[in-house]
């Protein structure tokens, strides 16, 4: 068979069991445990901006960090999206930052982002992306994945599906 045939349908099954597990656990509002190894080692990743420049989670170092593992196909996280850009207006200002990281393709994902005004910078992780998530706790490896990061680079917060907005400000605000 095709290497390249392979691929995609490799792609095709994780995709389709990422978005069940997302649709399912979006709406139950999973937290998991995660590595503090992992933490570190998300905080010196690096990873390429849809237009291809690299770019290093360490840059936003003594902020809180809230990373979002997501992609365009996943229902979840396109709800989610909307509150986290508003939580970057009004948080932002007081250190707060949001890192997307997408698990997609860079043209999928730089014409979404500009489709709705995206105001956080993401990240292209593809599917080594999903490893990462599955060390910071996600064992489901399913999407939207969110982890926060404390000023200090420690995770504070897990969650597995969509982190409401009442959650999500109340994380924050004990943070800032």
């Known amino acids: 068979?095709?290497?390249?045939?392979?691929?995609?349908?490799?792609?095709?099954?994780?995709?389709?069991?990422a978005l069940a597990a997302g649709l399912y656990f979006g709406r139950q509002g999973v937290t998991a445990p995660s590595d503090p190894a992992a933490a570190a080692a998300l905080a010196g990743l690096a990873?390429?901006?849809?237009?291809?420049?690299e770019q290093r989670l360490d840059q936003w170092r003594g902020k809180v960090v809230v990373v979002n593992f997501?992609?365009?196909?996943?229902?979840?996280?396109?709800?989610?999206?909307?509150e986290f850009m508003k939580a970057q207006?009004?948080?932002?200002?007081?250190?707060?930052?949001?890192?997307?990281?997408?698990?997609?393709?860079?043209d999928k994902v730089?014409?979404?982002?500009d489709e709705i005004g995206l105001n956080y910078p993401?990240?292209?992780?593809?599917?080594?992306?999903?490893?990462?998530?599955?060390?910071?706790?996600?064992?489901?490896?399913?999407?939207?994945?969110?982890v926060v990061l404390d000023r200090k680079g420690a995770v504070a917060h897990t969650q597995l599906g969509?982190?409401?907005p009442d959650?999500?400000?109340?994380?924050?605000k004990q943070l800032l």
Do not use: Y
């Open 122 to 146: 993401t990240l292209v992780g593809g599917f080594g992306a999903m490893e990462l998530s599955k060390s910071l706790g996600n064992s489901l490896m399913a999407l939207p994945f969110t």
């Open 70 to 82: 997501w992609a365009t196909w996943c229902a979840p996280c396109r709800e989610e999206m909307p």
């Open 47 to 53: 990873l390429p901006d849809p237009q291809g420049k």
């Open 110 to 113: 730089s014409q979404f982002a």
């Open 89 to 106: 207006t009004e948080h932002g200002p007081k250190g707060l930052q949001f890192v997307g990281i997408a698990v997609d393709q860079a």
């Open 1 to 17: 068979m095709n290497p390249l045939r392979i691929r995609w349908i490799l792609f095709a099954g994780i995709a389709a069991a």
């Open 162 to 164: 969509i982190l409401k």
């Open 167 to 172: 959650k999500l400000d109340s994380i924050v």
